[in-house]
T-cell receptor
């Protein structure tokens, strides 16, 4: 079974802090994604990566950066956390080897910025 | 412009009845894929069913089926014989372009389904 893990389920940070959210997958997937989920807005893509050291901006990259130094790990960084970044953050991974290849999601991190 | 639209923010269904969750999409790409996910209150996203744009038959997975109407650009999820455990948020998503080019998904806003005993 595919497993995607995220470093924390719940996180409380102060405004201005640097925040790291870690995501690890164990299925050798090429693609990894970071989303944020807010009520009524669905999932919005922040950044994604098709390969090690590659990254591309999603729909809402402002205020975020990412790092992918190893294939299995994709980190989301909030350089200076703000209250409007309070949200649920979901990491996902997928392979591009089959048409029906779905994204597999981690359990999510609920981030509260005070 | 909204590419994936789920017009039902919330729905109720009686246990053991069937329910249809609506999803319409917008794309000019001939190659795309449509996915449905379930998100229980615990937060994890669970993949339910997939339909490719070139698939001739509607996809089915157990109690889930996808009513794919290509000309109308709709991909409704049908859940037969609803169970209490089906109460969750349901998301429709679309992958534009060929599957071997990254697999980025666009999600709808979601429909919250509540199953009544």
């Amino acid at each position: 079974d595919v497993k995607v893990t995220q470093s924390s389920r719940y996180l409380v940070k102060r405004t201005g802090e640097k925040v790291f959210l870690e995501c690890v997958q164990d299925m050798d997937h090429e693609n990894m994604f970071w989303y944020r989920q807010d009520p009524g807005l669905g999932l919005r893509l922040i950044y994604f990566s098709y390969d090690v050291k590659m990254k591309e901006k999603g729909d809402i990259p402002e205020g975020y950066s990412v790092s992918r130094e190893k294939k299995e790990r994709f980190s989301l960084i909030l350089e200076s956390a703000s209250t409007n970044q309070t949200s649920m953050y979901l990491c996902a991974s997928s392979t591009s080897k089959a048409p029906a290849s779905t994204q597999y999601f981690g359990p999510g991190t609920r981030l509260l910025v005070l | 412009a909204q590419k994936i639209t789920q017009t039902q923010p919330g729905m109720f269904v009686q246990e053991k009845e069937a329910v249809t969750l609506d999803c319409t999409y917008d794309t000019s790409d001939p190659s795309y894929g449509l996915f449905w996910y379930k998100q229980p209150s615990s937060g994890e996203m669970i993949f339910l069913i997939y339909q490719g744009s070139y698939d001739q038959q509607n996809a089915t997975e157990g109690r889930y089926s996808l009513n794919f109407q290509k000309a109308r650009k709709s991909a409704n999820l049908v859940i037969s014989a609803s169970q209490l455990g089906d109460s969750a948020m349901y998301f429709c998503a679309m992958r534009e372009g060929p599957y071997n080019q990254g697999g980025k998904l666009i999600f709808g806003q979601g429909t919250e389904l509540s199953v009544k005993p």
